[in-house]
């Protein structure tokens, strides 16, 4: 670890994305804290030469690997390392010059350099939900043994996390996870079935990626949440609760057990979790907008609508089951995501797709590492066969 004064090493995993933008906009605000060691992306070159110019990296990488000589040659002059091919994101996650991972690839591709920074020790702040939702024992347990701190960078989980600064010895009674309700909220599914994919990209809220964007619309994303939840903060399924908070101000709560209730708020904006993740465990002073009572008179709480919204109900369900459902649940949302987001399937069928996978891959009590991968691929196939993809 650097000395008091050191500034951090930030390792960006997914710097091109949502995520990954809004932590260098921090960066940028912060350079006498923070220095960039790391960027990889997937296939977003321009942007990823763009930041490497800008922030001069010991390390850049790409996945796509059509993309490496143009990266190489833009970069010619830096003594910046340049890397392509997904299979290179566990070296990079191997190196020793970075202090903290942020973790923000979307989907199951994050895991495996995430899961290679935990049994490093290193610090991770955790974007990528997916990670916890397909092997989250693996992961906690692998942190627990090589004392890896794993700080959410998700909101919902940073207000958790925030809450419980100075709790340790107090039990978790049960943990509200708030959700907007997305751009259909009160929608039936005679609205939903005709749903197309840019309506769906509106949120009301937030601007994120488009699988999480559509994840929210379906309310996956809070379902993902709670699996993410009861693995960071070690929580029996029926202490996760969700409720719908059209405002987006309350970013979660903690009941403990006198029945007191802690939660945190602000504005949604992804930067305020982000720093925080980065500057743990000190609060840096910024100069975002602040929330205001008087623009927000009415804060509103009701029940999801689990009939019309599936997804929630399915997601409960491989809470609850444990093994490899929720690995399963997540592989075919994936799939079914991504070929809605093509146009190729309706909105309702992306629940229908999850379901039937679900009910069709072989259930496994305790997958080691590799029968997680095995059931991502076997699912994905599945998924992929009743799209006819
Ligand atoms: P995004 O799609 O905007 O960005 C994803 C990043 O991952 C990009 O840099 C992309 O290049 C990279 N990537 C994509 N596929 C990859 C692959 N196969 N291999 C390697 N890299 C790949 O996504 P986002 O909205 O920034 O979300 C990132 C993660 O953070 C997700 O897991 C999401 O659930 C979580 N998250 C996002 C938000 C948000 O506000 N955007 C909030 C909470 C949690
Ligand atoms: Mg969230």
Redesign the pocket.
Known sequence: MPAAKQKKRIAI??????????ALDVIRSHNELFEVEIL?????AEL?IEQALEFEPNAVLI?DEAKYEMLKTALVSKNIKVFAG?KA?EELADFNTYDIML????????LK?TLKAVSKGKMVAL?????LVVAGDIVMQTALEHRAPIIP???EHSAIFQCLVGESRNPIEKIILTASGGPFLGKKPNFLVNVKRDHALQHPN????????I?SATLM?KG?EMIEAKWLFNLKPEQVEVVIHQQSVIHSMVQFQDGSIKAQMGLPD?KL?IQYALGFPHRIKNEFPRFSFRKYPNLSFEEPDFKTFRNLGLAIQALKAGGNTACVLNAANEIAVWAFLKNRIGFLDITAVVEKTIEKINFIQKPSLEEYFESDGEARNFAASIIKL
């Open positions: 995993f997914g710097s091109t994305g949502s995520i990954g933008t809004q990889t992306a997937h296939s977003n990823l996945g997904e994101l973790a923000a690839i979307v989907g199951f591709a994050g350099p974007a990528n939900k997916e990670t960078v998700d909101s937030w601007s994120m990626g488009a699988k999480i964007t994840d994303n993902l992804m979790p």
